[in-house]
């Protein structure tokens, strides 16, 4: 008799940790749950990034006639009545050119345009 009941709590034992370990809501549900939530947590924190950028350029557009200016300069071709506009083929396409496709950052797009305004002078 004692024999038997030590095989069923071996038994139950085993069921328990079937249970635990790959049940619904077991660790590895857990370990799943919580990769996707950091994924989440990153897509989150780049969206809060952007928001945040979006944010202070919306400030700049309102308070500032720079972000104005800046943008209708470059968007809009737009000159001032007191500049003269000389537009030089060559140059262009070679700021173009030396821009990377991707956008890694201020400091390479910067060395881009300073390569353009030297073969200007």
Known sequence: MLKWVSLALLVLLALLQY????GEGGIFELR?????????QQNDDQL??????LAAEVVDLKNGL???????RNDLGMVRNDEQFMWVPDVANTAQD?????NEGDAS?????????????
Do not use: F, K
Request: hydrophobic share 30%; proline share 2%.
């Open 48 to 53: 809060r990034d952007r928001n945040d950028q």
């Open 98 to 102: 030396a821009q990377p496709d991707d």
């Open 66 to 72: 720079d972000a104005i200016e800046e943008r209708s």
């Open 19 to 22: 249970h635990l370990w790959m």
């Open 32 to 40: 799943n749950i919580t990769a996707r939530v950091d994924v989440m």
């Open 109 to 121: 797009s910067g060395q881009g345009a300073g390569s353009s305004s030297a073969r200007r002078q």
